[in-house]
């Protein structure tokens, strides 16, 4: 009478089957090709940025000056790139640390390439450099004059964008977008009159 076979153990024949899963994944790492070096990344466009905060009506110095390499797609239009051909520029606009030095945002110029037609860069001082400095470039201010011997204020510019607002021994003086009559009743004002300002509301 022939023998009967044992069945194999449902354990073994598991570890024979994963033994076997484990050579071939191990002969597939093997044989595949080594993977492709990785691109080197586009190299890099230098540009001026500020090494530090930097206020508005601050003059540029290299020591306060930095360059940094940005993706081509990433540059400003207007980009600085050499810190020695800043210096001496005043900004017409706060820097933060890293932020590209463009020419708009400097005090000549730059300030008025974008300006729509019609309107001009009309500079106004004003009396009081504590009432100058609440303004900053992008502000709107409404600029009033004081006659002497006036009762009231009169509104001789109304809602001008703010382009430039220097400091240091050019405090109370700002640059403003406007219209060239409006320009022409500020130069006539500044003679006679006491200017101020106001930061009116949003429209």
Do not use: F, K
């Amino acid at each position: 009478m022939p023998r009967l076979r044992r069945p194999r153990s449902p354990v073994l024949l598991l570890r024979r089957c994963l033994a076997a899963a484990l050579v071939t994944g191990a002969l597939v790492l093997a044989l595949r090709p080594p993977p492709a070096p990785a691109a080197a990344p586009p190299p890099g466009t230098p540009v001026v940025t500020a090494a530090t905060d930097l206020p508005a009506g601050a003059v540029l110095t290299t020591a306060g000056l930095a360059t940094t390499e940005l993706p081509a797609g990433a540059v400003p239009d207007g980009s600085a790139t050499d810190p020695a051909a800043l210096a001496g520029r005043v900004l017409a606009a706060p820097l933060r640390a890293g932020e590209p030095v463009t020419d708009v945002r400097l005090v000549g110029p730059g300030l008025t390439a974008s300006l729509p037609a019609g309107q001009v860069a009309a500079p106004v001082r004003l009396a009081d450099l504590a009432v100058a400095g609440l303004a900053g470039a992008g502000d709107r201010v409404d600029v009033l004059a004081t006659a002497p011997g006036a009762a009231r204020a009169e509104v001789v510019a109304r809602a001008a964008p703010v382009l430039a607002a220097p400091q240091g021994d050019d405090g109370g003086l700002l640059v403003l977008a406007v219209d060239e009559a409006t320009a022409a009743t500020l130069a006539a004002a500044a003679t006679t009159a006491t200017l101020t300002l106001s930061l009116p509301g949003p429209p």
